[in-house]
C-alpha cells in the first residue's frame, strides 16, 4: 500500500486580503463606509465575513479612516483568534495589481485570498467554494459565468510567481487581468449575484 496516497498534500497557509484604498470616483462617496444592510459598514461587514474563515486578515488602505475604523475591531477579532493585520497602503496608489505585488512581498508563500470592499453581497459560501476549488496551489480568480472577476480570487505567493509579478511591476504593467493572462491561471464560476461590484449608485441592488 503507498502510504503517500492516503496523507493529503499540506496546502499553504490562506490569508485573506481585503483591499480598500480607491477614491469611490464614480459613487461619489466612500464606499468602504457605505452602511450595510447587515449592520455597519461594507468594511466591517467584509471583515466580519472574513474572519468566518478563521485565517488571518490584512486589510491594505491608502485611507486613515479605513484604518481607524478597522482597528476598532482587531481585539473583538483577536478573541475569535482571528489576526487582523491593519497596512496603510504607500504612495503610489495605482490599482489592485500594484496593491496585490505589495501583498505578495509581505506574505510569501501563503494563499492570498484577495476581495475588494465593494462587494456587498459577498457570502461566505461563496468564498468557501473558492477556496475549495483553489488546489493544488496556484492562480484562480472567480468567474461570473459572464466576466473574470480578478479582485477576487486565490493567488499563491510563491517564489516564481511573486518574482514575476514584481517584475512586470517594476516595468509598468497594472492591469490585474494583464499579469493573470501571462500565467497559467484557473476560473471558479461562483453565483453572479454574490460578486456585484458596486462602483456607482446605479449599481446598488435595491435592498442593500
Known amino acids: 500500500m503507498n502510504l503517500k496516497r492516503l496523507i493529503p498534500s499540506a496546502l499553504p497557509p490562506l490569508r485573506c486580503c481585503l483591499l480598500s484604498g480607491g477614491m469611490s470616483k464614480r459613487m461619489g462617496e466612500d464606499k468602504a463606509l457605505i452602511p450595510h444592510r447587515e449592520g455597519g459598514t461594507w468594511l466591517e461587514r467584509t471583515l466580519l465575513l472574513l474572519s468566518k474563515l478563521k485565517s488571518p486578515i ?3 488602505s491608502r485611507h486613515q479612516s479605513h484604518l481607524n475604523l478597522a482597528s476598532s475591531h ?10 487582523l493585520e491593519i497596512v496603510a497602503e504607500p504612495a503610489p ?3 489592485p495589481l500594484l496593491a496585490l505585488n505589495r501583498l505578495m512581498q ?14 456587498p453581497q459577498l457570502n461566505c459560501k461563496v468564498l468557501k467554494r473558492l477556496i475549495a476549488e483553489a488546489k493544488p496551489a496556484g492562480l484562480y480568480m472567480a468567474h461570473n459565468g459572464n466576466l473574470p472577476q480578478p479582485l477576487l480570487g486565490v493567488y499563491y505567493s510563491d517564489v516564481n510567481r511573486r518574482t514575476h ?3 512586470i511591476v517594476m516595468a509598468g504593467e497594472r492591469s490585474l487581468n494583464g499579469w493573470l493572462n501571462q500565467l497559467a491561471h484557473k476560473t471558479v464560476l461562483l453565483d453572479q449575484a454574490a460578486m456585484l461590484n458596486v462602483n456607482q449608485k446605479t449599481d446598488l441592488p435595491n435592498q442593500t
Not at 74 to 83: E, H
Not at 107 to 118: F, G, T
Open 93 to 95: 496608489w495605482e490599482g
Open 74 to 83: 482587531q481585539a473583538a477579532l483577536a478573541v475569535q483568534g482571528v489576526c
Open 58 to 60: 490584512t486589510l491594505l
Open 165 to 167: 509579478l514584481n517584475k
Open 106 to 119: 509581505m506574505h510569501p508563500d501563503q494563499r492570498l485570498l484577495l476581495c475588494a470592499v465593494d462587494m
